[in-house]
């Protein structure tokens, strides 16, 4: 099979396609993080140079954070064109990653960009069809398999032997490739202990998913007479796989896990601000209920007399509960977001790679998951600084006065936002269904391709 | 000089495709040291009845052994024992004849040093300057040199063969028939499938006429005329007989 020009061409073939993709999206990566940078710090600095103003009137100048991607988004950008890189944090209001709710893209549309991701798991394992579809069938049709045959060649080793060969030219056709991509992402990022982890548990289900696709092929060409319908087959099967099982996994689970729009979304949290959760009243309610709390507290008889600033106060208050509200249907939405990503997962019975681009989507740090742990940081943190100003706000105010003041030097001493991405532990914490998928798959091809040896007919 | 043990046996054979008859009832046996020919028109069962003892084909009805195994219950044991050359022998076509002879003999677990290989190729007269080409630049008689090497390299008892001169010329297959005779003298048991009365009458001791998937007449060849030979295969064809 080596000696076949065929290898040298598709080598050829798979290293360009694949060094072009991760090129191109390297700078794609770089580009994005240097304007991160300068934005970042661009924002941080007119934060900090706000002159003298009201400390709330401070806090709705609001802060932009970003996502700081791993380098293995280059590999996979995942979500990227979907939930956006930047997060704006201002008082009263939780936003989303221009993450809104109801994505114009279906779910299905996560599934179809062109990157190096999608060389890796749409278009390789054609690759490995490509090689291994005839394995046996050319056998069969040139005379060789009964030439075999006759000279009591076991079918198991002899199988055997062409899998593992099959899976030793496919990574000679893959390794320059990796080998040039591991040296343009070391002289571009500062690859970290927990990124090259990443990388490895990378390599390694990708490997198990070209072997799922190599057993299959080989166990295909076993059962065919011809190689014509060998390939056909395979190549329905690899549709179904890549093409049509992400879809209709997609289809089922925004039917099963519906997903509110936009405008309803918010409208709810809106309408739970007002009317207030379970038993605690509307908004009015709650507000008399927490000035009577507070002339308590304070044992004054009316607001003008507290010696703190009561419209700060107040807003503590209301933006506690507000942030209450917001929580629940962001974790509400959240929730939803992976139910459905879960009922997706009932298509991988049409193939593997479903499972296996949401590894790949995990591992790179690109999913759900590390969206939402990313958001939940900045919303802490926006909490941390609103906060702030709300202190200084009631502490330099007093009764209904609001002459509180700030100065740069209370805005440069906001801290600024510093998110540490999780570890390579949290995105396998977050992917057992899928590796369980793929080992499921590669165990099902595997012993297939054992009992199909057994059965092969010269 | 043997003591002519029965090497290849088929005991009232019976082959069927689906629901079609290949052969019927058919009784045969080569001991060692002896080529028999196998004669018959196209469809008469040549093909099917080496492709039993090859264990291609599983019996429907009847027995056959190979040194006294059946293919059926020990084929790997059997196909120890058996060497086979087809009409067209397949080979890698990118690999050289040599490549293809240590191909072979790896995933056959016998082991060939270079130079065994280079005599192997040599003994089967297969010129020196051909051993390291591409085996896609050969012609149908070097493969046929090709596939005999990898059959005596294999040490068998039993070799089949099917039409292994179709398509040599007379001199190739004069030459062919003479290391078979070669072989067979060494102790082997050979069944030969061939439309080449002439061949036959030259490499063979016992000459069997199939029709119909029975055997329809044997000969000792060296006692029968070739004129003789010639009528009754003839007649037989025709369905004189
Ligand atoms: N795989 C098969 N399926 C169905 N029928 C078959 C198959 N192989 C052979 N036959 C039939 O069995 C009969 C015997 O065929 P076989 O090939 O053994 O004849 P043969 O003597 O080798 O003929 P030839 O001289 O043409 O090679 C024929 O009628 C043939 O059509
Ligand atoms: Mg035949």
Redesign the pocket.
């Known amino acids: 099979m080596l000696r076949d020009g065929r290898l040298l061409v598709l080598a050829f073939s798979v290293f360009a396609v694949l060094i072009g993709f991760f090129l191109a999206s390297v700078a794609e990566h770089q580009q994005m993080q240097l304007e991160k940078q300068t934005v970042g710090a661009t924002a941080k600095e007119q934060w900090d140079t706000q002159g003298v103003k009201n400390p709330h009137a401070a806090a709705h100048f609001g802060i932009y954070v970003f996502k700081p991607d791993s380098p293995l988004a280059s590999v996979e950008p995942g979500l990227r064109q979907y939930t956006g890189q930047t997060l704006w944090l201002e008082p009263h209001k939780r936003n989303g990653a221009r993450f809104s709710p109801a994505a114009d893209q279906g779910l299905a549309g996560r599934f179809g960009q062109a990157s190096a991701g999608f060389v890796l798991y749409a278009l390789l394992p054609l690759l490995v069809i490509a090689l291994a579809f005839n394995a046996v069938t050319q056998e069969r049709e040139l005379g060789t398999l009964r030439m075999l045959h006759s000279l009591g060649v076991s079918a198991t080793r002899l199988l055997l032997g062409k899998f593992i060969g099959l899976l030793l030219a496919f990574m000679v056709v893959l390794l320059p490739a990796m080998a040039v991509a591991i040296i343009i992402l070391y002289q571009n990022f500062d690859l970290a202990g927990d990124d090259i982890l990443r990388l490895s548990a990378l390599s390694g289900t990708f490997f198990m998913y070209y072997a799922v696709f190599a057993a299959l092929a080989m166990s295909t060409s076993i059962h065919f007479k011809s190689s014509r319908l060998a390939l056909f087959t395979l190549v329905a099967f690899w549709t179904s796989s890549v093409l049509i099982a992400p879809r209709l996994g997609a289809a089922a689970a925004e039917m099963m896990v519906p997903i509110p729009s936009a405008t309803a979304f918010w409208a709810g949290i809106k309408k739970d601000i007002q009317q207030g959760l379970d038993n605690d009243g509307d908004h009015q309610a709650r507000e008399a209920l927490f000035k009577n709390q507070m002339l308590k507290q304070y044992g004054v008889a009316q607001v003008e007399d507290l010696p703190v600033g009561y419209a700060a106060l107040k807003r503590s208050f209301n933006d506690s509960y507000s942030e209450r509200v917001h929580a629940l249907h962001f974790d509400r939405l959240s929730d939803a977001f992976e139910r459905q990503s879960r009922f997706i997962h009932i298509a991988s019975l049409l193939g593997p790679s479903i499972a296996m681009r949401s590894v790949s989507m995990t591992l790179s740090g690109m999913d759900l998951a590390h969206q939402r742990h990313f958001e939940d940081a900045a919303e802490k943190y926006r909490h941390y600084f609103i906060g702030l100003t709300d202190d200084w706000d009631r502490e330099r105010s007093h009764g209904t006065e609001r002459g509180a003041l700030g100065h740069d030097s209370d805005w440069g001493g906001v801290k600024a936002f510093s998110y540490t991405p999780p570890s390579v532990s949290f995105a396998l914490h977050h992917a057992p269904a899928d590796l369980l998928v793929l080992l499921a798959w590669l165990v099902a091809a595997l012993i297939w391709l054992l009992f199909s040896a057994k059965r092969l007919k010269p | 000089m043997f003591p002519n043990k029965t090497l290849l046996e088929a005991r009232q054979l019976v082959v069927n495709?689906?629901n079609?008859r290949?052969i019927d009832g058919l009784d045969l046996s080569v001991p060692a040291g002896c080529v028999y020919a196998l004669l018959?028109?196209?469809?008469?069962?040549?093909?099917?009845?080496i492709n039993t003892f090859l264990g291609f084909n599983r019996p429907t009805g009847g027995n056959v052994f190979i040194d006294g195994e059946s293919p059926d219950q020990n084929p790997t044991v059997v196909r120890a024992k058996l060497a086979y050359l087809p009409e067209n022998v397949a080979l890698y076509e990118y690999m050289s004849g040599l490549e293809n002879l240590s191909f072979f003999c790896t995933l056959a677990n016998i082991r060939i040093s270079r130079q065994h290989a280079h005599d192997l190729l040599m003994n089967t007269g297969l010129q020196t300057d051909a051993h390291d080409r591409r085996v896609s630049t050969y012609s149908k008689g070097m493969r046929q040199k090709v596939g005999l090497a990898i059959a005596s390299a294999k040490q068998a008892k039993v070799m089949l063969l099917d039409?292994p001169t179709s398509g040599l010329d007379p001199s190739a297959a004069n030459d062919f028939a003479r290391r078979i005779r070669a072989a067979a003298d060494l102790g082997m048991a050979v069944l030969m499938?061939t439309?080449d009365l002439f061949n036959a009458k030259q490499v063979a001791d016992r000459i069997g006429i199939?029709k119909a998937g029975r055997l329809v007449e044997e000969f000792d060849a060296h006692t029968v005329a070739h004129d003789e030979l010639e009528h009754k295969y003839l007649a037989h064809a025709r369905g004189l007989l």
Do not use: D
Not at chain 2, 40 to 49: F, H, L, P, V
């Open positions: 495709y689906k079609h290949a018959g028109g196209n469809g008469a069962g040549k093909t099917s009845t039409e499938a439309h199939m």
